[in-house]
């Protein structure tokens, strides 16, 4: 076990500061924004995947002979499509989930810009007695 003894400086600093009721406010919404956050970060994470996923089928629908049907999958059927419908319906999903990845990063932007805002007064009052490293 790995034990350091606390410099006086780190005993003086130790000093307990009085939550208040503004404090508390603070922290509860640093921690509602770390978990969507998270929330967010997990979102992204899907529809990035599944943008890739859109990519590699427009790789694969290339090809393919423009004569044949293609099955393409609306809601839990499957319907046999001509090729330049498919690669229209494709390209509009495609670009339906570009924007849903946009306004993610963008959510997850303002969400983390006010985390740091957060950080920043709650360490000014705190210091080192309060963690907010996530």
């Known amino acids: 076990m790995n034990r350091r003894m606390l410099t006086k400086e780190d005993e003086a600093a130790g000093d ?76 509009s999903a495609t670009s339906r989930v570009e924007k849903d990845v946009s306004a993610l990063e963008d959510k997850l932007t303002t969400v983390k810009d006010e985390m740091t805002q957060l950080k920043i007064q709650l360490y000014a009052r705190f210091g080192r007695s309060i963690n907010l490293e996530t």
């Open 16 to 91: 307990e500061v009085e939550v208040r009721r503004e404090d508390q406010d603070k922290i509860n919404k640093f921690s509602r924004l770390h978990q969507r956050e998270l929330d967010l970060e997990d979102k992204l994470k899907t529809k990035n995947k599944e943008k890739e996923e859109l990519d590699d089928i427009a790789m694969e629908l290339e090809l393919i002979d423009e004569d044949e049907k293609i099955p393409y999958k609306i809601g839990e059927a499957f319907f046999h499509i001509p090729l330049p419908q498919a690669q229209e319906m494709l390209a």
